[in-house]
C-alpha cells in the first residue's frame, strides 16, 4: 500500500494519472521541466516539483533528478506513463532499490520483454504464432542467407527497438546490403544496443493488439483486442476496439495464449501484446509493451473499466477481481496532433481558440487549454478524442460530428484534425477493409 505518487512524465497522461489517483485516495507529485512550468498536470497534483531544462534528457530523462524529486517529496511509488523511461528497466530496478513502489511490471519482467528477441522465445514457448525469422541477434552475412531463404521482402528491426523506431523493409539483395550497416548504427545511437534481427515481412497486414491486466497474484485478464492499422512512419493515429477483422472465435483463441505468455513471464500490471494479422487472418507476434498505451481509452470505453486505476490496484498488491469480460459497443480513439496535416511535421504554438467536443458518446483526454503555449521540445501529441457508439457505423458518425465540433487555434498553429475527417470518408475505412500502408495509399 502507498498513498503518494509521483507522476514521472508529462502531458495528457500525466493528467490522467493524476485523476486516477485522486479518485482513489492518492497525493500526487508533478515533475516538470522549465518549458511545462504552465501545463495542466503541474497544476493538478498535489505538489510540483521543477525537473530541469525543456531538453527531455536533462529533465523527463534524467533518472538522478527523479529519483531526487522522489526523496524529496517523500513520495513511495513511481507512475511511468508511456515514453520516456516508462519501459526503462535500469530505472524501475533504482525505483525498486529505493523502497519505492514502480507501478508497472518488475525490472526484470521489464528487461525480458524489452530484448524483442527473448520475448519472441517465450511466445513461441507457449504457442503464440510467430512470423518466419531469425530467432536470435544475427550478422550481415547470416541476415543474408536467412532472406534468401524465406524470401523477401523481409524487415529488419532492432532488438531494443520500440515505438516503431529502428525498422527497415527490405525489399530485394541490394537493399539489404545498403541498409543492414545502417540500421545497425542506428540501433546502437538510439538505443544503445545494436543487435538487428530479420523477419518475413508480411504484405497489407492489420496491426492487432490485446490489452491486459495482471496482478501479483496470478491473475490475469485480457480485455479484448484493440485495431491500430492507421499508421505513419510506424507511428499509430486511429485506434479503435473492438476490430470488426477478428471473429469471437479468433479473439478467445488469441486472449487464451496472450494470457498464456503473460502468466510465462510472471507479468503484472497494464500491458499490450502486439500482433500483425495478414490478409487471410493469420496472426504473428510482434511484441509486448510493459505499459500503459496511448489508446487505452477506446478498451475502457467497450469494457467499462478504468485501466490506470487497475495499474494502480495492482501495484498495490491488492488482487484483481474482474466478472467475465464483455465487449460492450465500438469505441474509436483519434489523436490530435500539433502537427502540419499534409507533411505531418510538428507545428507548435500559441492555442489561442480552443472548442472540446462533446455530447453523448464523446470523451477527450487532454492537457491543454486556451492560451497555452505548445512547447517545441516534445511529443506533437495535444489530445485523444475518443467516441463510442452501439456499432462501427454510429461510432464513426459520432467521430465525425465530434472532429467537426473541436476547433484549436493559434497563430502558425497547425493539427491533424482534418486528416481525420478525410479518413472516415474513405470506403477503405469505412468497409473494415484498411492495414497499416492505408495512409500512404490515401495520400498518394
Not at 530484448?115 to 504457442?127: N, Q, S
Not at 494502480?312 to 491488492?318: D, V
Request: with cysteine; aromatic share 8%.
Amino acid at each position: 500500500m502507498f498513498k503518494k505518487v509521483l507522476i514521472a512524465n508529462r502531458g495528457e497522461i500525466a493528467v490522467r494519472a493524476i485523476r486516477a489517483c485522486r479518485e482513489l485516495g492518492l497525493k500526487t507529485v508533478a515533475v516538470y521541466s522549465e518549458a511545462d512550468k504552465n501545463s495542466l498536470h503541474v497544476e493538478l497534483a498535489d505538489e510540483a516539483i521543477c525537473i530541469g531544462p525543456p531538453n527531455p534528457s536533462e529533465s523527463y530523462l534524467d533518472i538522478p533528478k527523479i529519483m531526487a524529486a522522489l526523496e524529496v517529496s517523500k513520495a513511495d511509488a513511481v507512475y511511468p506513463g508511456y515514453g520516456f523511461l516508462s519501459e526503462n528497466p535500469k530505472f524501475a530496478e533504482i525505483v525498486e532499490r529505493s523502497g519505492a513502489k514502480f507501478i508497472g511490471p518488475s525490472s526484470e519482467v521489464l528487461a525480458k520483454i524489452g530484448d524483442k528477441v527473448l520475448a519472441k522465445k517465450v511466445a513461441k514457448e507457449v504457442g503464440l504464432p510467430l512470423v518466419p525469422g531469425s530467432e536470435e541477434p544475427l550478422e550481415f552475412t547470416d541476415a543474408l542467407k536467412l532472406a534468401s531463404r524465406i524470401g523477401y521482402p523481409v524487415v529488419i528491426k532492432a532488438a531494443a527497438g520500440g515505438g516503431g523506431r529502428g525498422i527497415r523493409i527490405i525489399r530485394d539483395e541490394r537493399e539489404l546490403r545498403e541498409k543492414f550497416p545502417v540500421a545497425k548504427k542506428e540501433a546502437e545511437t538510439s538505443f544503445g544496443d545494436g543487435r538487428l534481427y530479420l523477419e518475413k515481412y508480411v504484405m497489407k497486414p492489420k496491426h492487432i493488439e490485446f490489452q491486459v491486466i495482471a496482478d501479483e497474484w496470478g491473475n490475469v485478464y485480457v480485455l479484448g483486442e484493440r485495431e491500430c492499422s492507421i499508421q505513419r512512419r510506424h507511428q499509430k493515429l486511429i485506434e479503435e476496439a473492438p476490430s470488426v477483422s477478428v471473429s469471437e472465435e479468433k479473439r478467445k483463441e488469441i486472449s487464451q495464449k496472450v494470457a498464456e505468455f503473460c502468466k510465462a513471464l510472471g507479468y503484472t500490471s497494464a500491458g499490450t501484446v502486439e500482433f500483425l494479422m495478414d490478409e487471410d487472418g493469420n496472426f504473428y507476434f510482434m511484441e509486448m509493451n510493459g505499459r500503459i498505451q496511448v489508446e487505452h481509452p477506446v478498451t475502457e470505453m467497450v469494457t467499462g473499466y478504468d485501466i490506470v486505476k487497475l495499474q494502480i490496484i495492482s501495484a498495490m498488491g491488492e488482487e484483481i477481481k474482474l466478472p467475465e469480460i464483455k465487449i460492450n459497443g465500438f469505441a474509436i480513439e483519434f489523436r490530435i496532433n500539433a502537427e502540419d496535416p499534409d507533411t505531418f511535421m510538428p507545428s507548435p504554438g500559441l492555442i489561442e481558440t480552443l472548442r472540446i467536443p462533446g455530447g453523448p458518446g464523446v470523451r477527450v483526454d487532454t492537457h491543454i487549454y486556451q492560451g497555452y503555449a505548445i512547447p517545441p521540445y516534445y511529443d506533437s501529441l495535444i489530445a485523444k478524442l475518443i467516441v463510442w457508439g452501439r456499432t462501427r457505423e454510429e461510432a464513426i458518425a459520432r467521430g465525425k460530428r465530434a472532429l467537426e465540433e473541436f476547433k484549436i487555434e493559434g497563430h502558425n498553429l497547425k493539427t491533424n484534425i482534418e486528416f481525420h475527417k478525410r479518413v472516415l470518408n474513405q470506403k477503405e475505412f469505412i468497409e473494415g477493409k484498411h492495414d497499416v500502408n492505408f495512409v500512404e495509399r490515401m495520400l498518394v
